[in-house]
């Protein structure tokens, strides 16, 4: 028993460090930044994360279920189409994204720097989906913890001990060379699942499909994504650039729960769930729906009570007080993180179940929720307006996903199941 647990704690180990690592830079960069840098690189990270969601047209939505009730020697399949839809993605969507430099969202000589970084970060994710859908997680936690926290272990000490070094464009360059490895590492673990490769004729109409499948998580991603994105421009138009570099510290700090959630919880188990229901199992969906469950409950709190105890001091040890006069703002987010968290157990009931519309509704409908209650908060909690309407959209979302996800007919609650 023992044994068997190993790989997984092992593989909750690593994420957790590459989680803690996006942490330790953000506060990091409080400390020897100043706090309108650090909503720029706020702005700049959150621009990244939507352009990348565009880019790949959720095509991924598609081809990993496609990996996980396919077998092995359909793999090869799967991965030169997802290629070539990757490619045809790019072609079409990738100039796009100069619209953050055409509309002043971003600073121009942030291009070269945007671009290198989003193609890199996108295919390095990708490969990271993969691997957890080819039932490596171990592996998949490697790439992760080289994508997202050996870079900064790396890039942290040397502009600590040189301060000439203690700027964006570092932190940059940084990033890009860390995603490189990782995406060298995961490419090279992927080729040699799959062999023997097997060179398939081109099947339009797979890619087709998968585009219309991935089309429709697109615009609801890209709304749900949007709520990470617009609330940071929100917060710079409301309070200042000062502020939103608080605002970005604090909701690292809230986020990097749900990050963690989605590494030690989420990524171990959603595999298990979508194949269990795929493959007709019943008795053993439930109990791994129940195992998400308590395990989202269980490290939500201590996760959470975690951050209250912790980030004082470490705000403290920043020593710039603008971090340290909005507290209120920091337990709201934290708040936000763990309602989202928690309304991802029905989320992932709806994916396994194949509900794609009822997971578009939730998403789409809930841009508007988030658009009112700001709006609503604005002129009366300017500071807080953001943190409160993305509150308020995850409570709808979660809401109407469990509704959904009750009143939809097979493995519901009410089904009486056998096996």
Same mark, same amino acid.
């Given at each position: 028993m023992v044994k068997q647990q190993i790989p997984r704690i092992a593989n909750m180990g690593l994420r957790a460090l590459a989680t803690g690592s996006k942490f330790l830079l953000l506060f990091g960069l409080a400390k020897m930044l100043q706090p309108g840098e650090v909503g720029q690189y706020g702005l700049f990270a959150a621009a990244i994360g939507f352009s990348m969601l565009v880019i790949g047209g959720d095509f991924y939505t598609y081809s990993q279920r496609e990996l996980l009730s396919g077998k092995k020697d359909r793999w090869s399949f799967v991965l030169q189409h997802q290629i070539a839809a990757t490619l045809l993605l790019y072609l079409a969507l990738l100039p796009a994204q100069l619209l953050w430099f055409g509309f002043d969202l971003l600073p121009s000589t942030l291009i070269l720097w945007f671009f290198s970084i989003l193609i890199a970060e996108h295919v390095a994710q990708e490969i990271n989906r993969l691997l957890i859908a080819m039932h490596r997680p171990l592996i998949a936690s490697w790439v992760l913890f080289v994508r997202m926290g050996l870079w900064v272990w790396a890039a942290l000490p040397i502009m600590w001990f040189y301060p000439h070094y203690q700027k964006l464009e570092f932190v940059y360059l940084s990033w890009l060379l860390g995603v490189s490895l990782a995406f060298l590492i995961g490419a090279l673990v992927i080729w040699k699942e799959t062999r023997p490769w097997r060179w398939?004729?081109?099947?339009?109409?797979?890619?087709? %499909?998968? /585009?219309?499948?991935?089309?429709?998580?697109?615009?609801?991603?890209? !709304?749900?994504?949007?709520?990470?994105?617009?609330?940071?421009?929100?917060?710079?138009?409301?309070?200042?650039?000062?502020?939103?570099? #608080?605002?970005?510290?604090?909701?690292?700090?809230?986020?990097?729960?749900?990050?963690?959630?989605?590494?030690?919880?989420?990524?171990?188990?959603?595999?298990?769930?979508?194949?269990?229901?795929?493959?007709?199992r019943p008795l053993e969906y439930?109990?791994?729906?129940?195992?998400?469950?308590?395990?989202?409950?269980?490290?939500?709190?201590? /996760?959470?009570?975690?951050?209250? #105890?912790?980030?004082?001091?470490?705000?403290?040890?920043?020593?710039?007080?603008?971090?340290?006069?909005?507290?209120?703002? /920091?337990? /709201?987010?934290?708040?936000?993180?763990?309602?989202?968290?928690?309304?991802?157990?029905?989320?992932?009931?709806?994916?396994?179940?194949?509900?794609?519309?009822?997971?578009?509704?939730?998403?789409?409908?809930?841009?508007?929720?988030?658009?009112?209650?700001?709006?609503?908060?604005?002129?009366?909690?300017?500071?807080?307006?953001?943190?409160?309407?993305?509150? !308020?959209?995850?409570?709808?979302?979660?809401?109407? %996903?469990?509704?959904?996800?009750?009143n939809s007919e097979k493995y519901s609650s009410t089904t009486v199941a056998t096996s």
């Open positions: 398939w004729t081109l099947d339009l109409v797979w890619i087709k %499909k998968g /585009l219309g499948v991935g089309a429709l998580f697109l615009t609801a991603t890209m !709304c749900f994504k949007a709520l990470f994105t617009v609330d940071r421009y929100v917060v710079g138009y409301l309070a200042g650039a000062d502020f939103l570099g #608080v605002y970005v510290l604090y909701i690292g700090i809230a986020m990097a729960v749900t990050a963690f959630m989605d590494s030690a919880v989420f990524s171990f188990l959603y595999p298990k769930l979508v194949k269990a229901f795929r493959r007709s439930r109990r791994i729906l129940r195992e998400l469950t308590w395990s989202v409950a269980g490290f939500g709190l201590v /996760l959470g009570a975690g951050v209250v #105890v912790l980030a004082p001091l470490v705000l403290e040890w920043i020593g710039k007080a603008p971090y340290l006069e909005h507290l209120w703002l /920091l337990w /709201l987010l934290l708040v936000m993180s763990l309602i989202y968290d928690v309304g991802m157990i029905p989320h992932y009931g709806l994916y396994a179940k194949g509900d794609d519309r009822g997971i578009m509704v939730a998403h789409i409908s809930a841009l508007p929720v988030f658009a009112f209650a700001t709006a609503a908060f604005s002129t009366i909690l300017p500071l807080h307006a953001a943190a409160i309407g993305l509150t !308020c959209a995850f409570s709808y979302m979660g809401l109407y %996903k469990y509704w959904r996800y009750r």
